[in-house]
């Protein structure tokens, strides 16, 4: 008897690259998940530790990177290309499996128009209503959660200070994402709960775009303070907003830009955790606090 290898492969599972198009004044955007596996003669790795062989996992990611700057195309088109080029690599390399998930975007409408470079990512987001009879007084708390914006220009973060352990580069220019949940306080307990459920979720992402940020809590801010003025029934308006860090990828390795300002098509890593949590209540100062219609329902500061 003797104990020998089977099937293996290996390779980069789930590379977020998020890819941007930004050659005109409407931007496009490609969001990925793509996962690599190359297939061959790897046996001297598995049964000796020799590495001779391994093609890294983090040069197929730095691979999925590179190959998006030159713009992605239909995600087919993209696997396509990536896994002939893997398979080609070394003569050991027979094949290559890359998966690629797609997610789609579609442009938040302001006044009516979609805008150029603000979208929202169907799917996820939930309607939320938490009502509270207390005695002979009845509050009502509506929100959604899960509402994922993105704006792929319009944001900029500077200004902050730099302690020993900063490191983090100012820029003009970035990719600003978040998934929002709100809730907000009515006033009345007799109002047309659809009717506002709807205006205030179009001004939350109508500001979201519109607004030119310079810090995720400006723009938490600005949604806060638009929804209460075009909604006198609103109270306030208490907001969980995480940071979903799109980050430059840095290419110049492999002699590839990605730089703001200079390429027509910019490549990004999405990173899902750690992220900032930015969270606040904007609300009118005359009306009386009603902390009792929040007891229970954690999630906000
Ligand atoms: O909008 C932001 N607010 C922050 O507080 C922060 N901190 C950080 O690292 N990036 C950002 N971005």
Redesign the pocket.
């Known amino acids: 008897m003797a104990i020998v290898l089977g099937p293996n492969q290996y390779g980069k599972a789930e590379v977020r690259v998020v890819a941007v198009d930004r050659s005109g004044p409407r931007h496009d955007l490609v969001d990925l998940n793509v996962s690599t596996a190359l297939r061959g003669d790897f046996t001297a790795a598995h049964t000796a530790g020799d590495n001779a062989h391994v093609l890294t996992t983090d040069a197929q990611k730095n691979t999925v990177f590179a190959f998006a700057r030159d713009g992605v195309g239909s995600p087919e088109a993209f696997g396509l290309r990536l896994a002939r080029h893997l398979a080609g690599s070394y003569d050991w390399i027979t094949g290559a499996r890359v998966a690629v998930e797609s997610h789609g975007w579609e442009r938040i409408a302001v006044g009516g128009q979609p805008h150029g470079h603000a979208f929202r990512r169907p799917g996820g987001e939930v309607r939320t209503a938490v009502v509270t009879v207390d005695g002979a007084d009845a509050h009502v708390l509506a929100g959604l959660s899960d509402l994922v914006v993105l704006k792929t220009t319009g944001s900029e973060?500077w200004g902050?200070p730099r302690d020993r352990y900063t490191t983090?580069a100012e820029t003009r220019d970035r990719v600003?994402a978040t998934a929002v949940t709100a809730r907000w306080r009515y006033t009345a307990a007799d109002l047309d709960w659809d009717g506002l459920f709807a205006g205030v979720r179009t001004v939350l992402l109508e500001t979201f775009a519109a607004t030119h940020?310079l810090?995720?809590?400006q723009t938490l801010y600005a949604m806060g303070e638009a929804v209460l003025q075009r909604f006198p029934d609103v109270a306030e308006v208490r907001m969980s907003m995480p940071?979903r860090?799109h980050f430059l990828q840095d290419l110049s390795a492999y002699g590839l830009s990605n730089t703001p300002g200079e390429d027509d098509t910019l490549v990004y890593h999405a990173d899902d955790r750690p992220y900032?949590l930015?969270e606040g209540t904007v609300l009118r100062d005359d009306v009386p606090a009603a902390e009792v219609a929040w007891l229970g329902t954690p999630g906000f500061c």
């Open positions: 973060f902050f983090l600003l940020s810090a995720l809590q940071n860090h900032g930015i």
